[in-house]
Structure formats: C-alpha cells, structure tokens
C-alpha cells in the first residue's frame, strides 16, 4: 500500500486530506506543530477509516532542519515515502506598512522554504522508486493577490513557480509535482476573519459558499493517484470558481 506523509493533518484541510487518503487504505504519516492530541484524534480517525498504518510525528516546520528531519523520520517509520503533501500553513496577516520582519520571515520560513526542504528530501526517495507524488497546498490568493496578506500570498505564489519547476526536473522519473490552491474553505484559518470580510468574500465566489475542507481532499486524492500520472506542474484550483483562467 502507498506511504503518505501529510504535513498539517492535525487539523482542518490537511486532516482532510488524511483522513481521505486513509479510506483509500494509504500508510499515512500524520503531522503536527503544537497540537499533538489533535494529531492522535487524526491518527485514530484514520485507523478506524481503514488506513493500512498511521504514525503521528511533530515537527515546527519553520525549522529547516526540523523539515528534513520530518520526511527522514516518516521514511523511516513507514519503511518508504511515496506521496508528499505539503499542507501545513500559517498567516500573519496585515498591511504592508505595519508588517514586521518576524511576520515576514516566519510566514515565508513555514509556508515556502519549508515545502523547499521537505520536498527535496522526498525527491531523493522517490527517485530511488522511480515513483513520486508531490501536492503543495497553495492558495487562490496566489494567482489573485490580496490586500493584508503580502507575505502569505508571496509564499503561495512562489510555491507555484516551485511547483512548475521541480515538475520539470523529475517528470521523467516517474515523478509528479502539482499544487492545489483553495478558494475559501471553512477552517480554522477562516473562522478568525471578520464577519464583514467573509460577507466580502462570499460575494467573490460564484458558488455562494465557502468550500468544505473534504472537498480539496478529494483533488489531493486524484492527483496522488495512478490515475493523474500524466499530470504535472498543474496547479487546481478548487474554489467554486472564482479564479478565472
Ligand atoms: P489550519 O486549520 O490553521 O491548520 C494548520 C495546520 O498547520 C495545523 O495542522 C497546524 O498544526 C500546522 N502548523 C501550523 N504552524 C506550523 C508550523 N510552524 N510547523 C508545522 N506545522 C504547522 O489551516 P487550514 O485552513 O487547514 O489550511 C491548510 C493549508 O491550506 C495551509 O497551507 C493554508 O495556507 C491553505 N489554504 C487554506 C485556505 C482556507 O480557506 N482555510 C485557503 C487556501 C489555502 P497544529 O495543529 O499542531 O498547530
């Protein structure tokens, strides 16, 4: 059976995420920060869901050792690595003025270099199987931009152009590298914005709702499947429709 880790799948889109690829009888390394019982909660979900093995492993992604260090000790753990999500992601959202340089570099350190190290890590593993999924959770707002959110947005939008070019150093390995990016999905990142803001962003969605995190977990599904060999360096965007391209 396949070997997944899935970086953030203590909570919310990345629990999503492990929890489906569970009822598809993956081994699954599930992965925290701080919230170690929400990781066992996971882990337990994923068992009763039919996952073949589950691991609860934590690391601050925001260390780039702690990074490497994770995909090393999933490999170990699982005897193997074969899919890689990279989901786990911050904000510290404000206006460019305000914007400290900690705000700054902890959100580019967590959500950008640390896909950088793990990803490299995984590569070489994938390599030696001459099989590989790589799926970087990304975000609609960097295709769109958003105001408050330089640092974040920057981050997702340079995960991208990672995304585009490690697909094509690997792709004739037997290697894809796709990204996702989310529209709104209902989460714990959500449910801290204003009332005001969502009532904004609902009108910027034509389906009129936000998304369901079980909802980007059935496109992660996909593409870590034999079924989306043929693609790579996609990015999907699952956000009922407000990217236009
Ligand atoms: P969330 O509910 O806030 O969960 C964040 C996850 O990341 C948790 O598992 C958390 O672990 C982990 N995490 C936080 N800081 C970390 C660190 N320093 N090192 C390692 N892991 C850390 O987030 P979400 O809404 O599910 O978002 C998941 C991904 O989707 C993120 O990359 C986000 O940018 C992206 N996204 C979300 C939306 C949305 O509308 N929600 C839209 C577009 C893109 P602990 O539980 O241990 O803290």
Redo the contacts with the bound molecule.
């Keep these: 059976m396949r070997k997944a880790l899935v970086?953030?799948?203590?909570?919310?889109?990345?629990?999503?995420i492990a929890l489906e690829l569970a009822r598809r009888g993956y081994a699954l390394a599930v992965?925290?920060?701080?919230?170690?019982a929400?990781?066992e909660a996971t882990a337990a979900e994923a068992r009763a869901l039919g996952a073949s093995q589950v691991v609860v492993l934590?690391?601050?992604?925001?260390?780039a050792q702690?990074?490497q260090k994770l995909v090393a000790d999933a490999n170990a753990a699982l005897g193997g690595l074969e899919v890689l999500v990279?989901?786990?992601?911050?904000?510290r959202d404000t206006l460019l003025i305000r914007m400290k340089d900690e705000d700054w570099d902890?959100v580019i350190?967590?959500?950008l270099s640390?896909i950088f190290h793990t990803t490299r890590e995984a590569i070489k593993l994938m390599m030696r199987a001459r099989w590989g999924r790589v799926i970087n959770?990304?975000?609609?707002?960097g295709l769109l931009g958003n105001p408050g959110q330089a640092n974040?947005v920057a981050?997702?939008a340079g995960l991208i152009g990672f995304t585009r070019s490690v697909a094509k150093e690997y792709a004739a390995r037997g290697i894809t590298v796709n990204a996702v990016?989310?529209?709104?999905?209902?989460?714990?990142?959500?449910a801290k914005l204003p009332e005001q803001v969502v009532a904004e962003y609902l009108k910027q969605i034509p389906a009129g709702r936000?998304?369901k995190?079980e909802e980007?977990a059935k496109a992660v599904a996909f593409l870590a499947s034999d079924d989306a060999a043929y693609i790579t360096g996609q990015t999907l965007c699952v956000d009922g429709g407000m990217t236009p391209h």
């Design positions: 970086t953030g799948s203590s909570r919310g889109i990345g629990k999503a992965h925290y920060a701080g919230n170690q929400a990781a934590g690391a601050d992604l925001s260390s702690a990074a990279n989901n786990a992601g911050i904000t902890t350190a967590t959500n640390a959770i990304s975000s609609v707002v974040y981050a997702k990016a989310p529209g709104f999905i209902e989460s714990d990142m959500t936000f998304g995190p980007v």
